[in-house]
């Protein structure tokens, strides 16, 4: 099967990886990790519960998303920012939190 059609995923499927789409059917999906294993069959429930988790995105967005965040990186932007404490947050109960991946667009773009 020529490499060149099939889609391709940044998720975590078993670990964090790339996994490789052969047919999406409405029963199953043919699907493996890397480019030389073996295809195997999940039920379509088990990939709609994929494709909905936030890890879930394809190649494209992955490398858009990494060439915004070593911009960010060249630039010496602060990845947090201040906000009102609320402490049954892991970071806010200190006074900061992450930055969206948009208002990390708009920085870099500035």
């Not at 070593?70 to 630039?75: G, K, M, P």
Request: hydrophobic share 35%.
């Amino acid at each position: 099967m020529n490499n060149d059609k099939l889609k391709r995923f940044w998720c975590y499927w078993n670990g964090y990886g790339v996994i490789e789409v052969r047919s999406i059917g409405h029963k199953w999906v043919w699907l493996r990790t890397g480019s030389l294993g073996r295809f195997s069959k999940i039920k379509r429930g088990a990939w709609d519960k994929l494709t909905r988790c936030k890890t879930f995105m394809t190649l494209d967005e992955l490398k858009h998303q990494s060439s915004i965040r070593r911009e960010v990186v060249r630039l010496g932007i602060s990845i947090t920012k201040p906000c009102r404490k609320l402490m049954s947050h892991p970071t806010r109960k200190f006074g900061w939190e992450y930055k969206t991946l948009e208002e990390l667009k708009t920085e870099v773009a500035a």
